[in-house]
């Protein structure tokens, strides 16, 4: 049964919508580059680990069934499942060769677009290619919980998404901790108590990505496979470092300028 308590969590802050100027749609460059280069190894995975036949797909038919957590709207997500799809295929093809020459034919495709009920679905929707040779499907909720039925997907995608904790780690919000984050709207890196409760060592990683997977497990088919793909920085490398650290404690310290004229 879907877990409602995981499902429903305090603020839902999503990407904004729409196809405007500042639109995710049209303000997630970055996210493409992650996808663009994780489609190799991804194609590569599909093609050494998913075995097609023991999954069932032993003749032409059947409907080949995936999962985008964390989707956001468009593009990113539909060329990050064009791919997927296209290495299915290939891989199909390959197991296939003996007797067919287009044996992907018979191969159908569903694919469950998921985000947090904020999500702007109507735009997903409303640009979704209409050239796609798959069924598509909007799944609101959090990936933190239940999303599909018992073994019922066969490959589960997520890219950029799986950073997002599910709240805030209680020290954060500890004016006594160690954890304070005072002056900063970011994790720096230089501040050793915030860097510990954004780790992926600090209890609410674990508990997030424990309650992720073992919702996963409950929902792959047995051989299934699932990709998740993360921004990260070398061990010691500190966020502020990153391209992306130096944008937002730039817009950090403006926030802070304009906070102590008010
Ligand atoms: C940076 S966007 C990535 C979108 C897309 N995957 C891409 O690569 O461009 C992160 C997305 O994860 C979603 N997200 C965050 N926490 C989530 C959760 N618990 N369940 C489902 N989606 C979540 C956000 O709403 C947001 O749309």
Redesign the pocket.
Known sequence: MVDEAANI?PG?F??VGGDGDYS?AKN?SF??M??DAAKEMISESIFDKLDLKSLGFEDTCGTFKLA?????VGP??FI?VQNIIEAVQTKYRADHQDYHQDSSSGLEFQVFF???HG?DFNTLFQTLPPSRKYFAFGVP????GRLFPKSSLHFVH????LN?L?KIPKEILDSRSPAWNKGSIICSGLVKGVSEAYSGHSAQFKNDTEAFLNARAHELVPGGLIVFVLFSLPNGVPMIDSNGGKLYGFLGSCLIDIATKV
Request: aromatic share 10%; hydrophobic share 25%; with cysteine.
């Open positions: 969590l839902s999503p990407m995710y997630s996210q493409r992650i996808i985008d957590l964390g989707c956001s990113n997500t990050a998921n985000d947090r999500n909720g959090s990936f933190h997520s890219s950029s998404s997002w599910s």
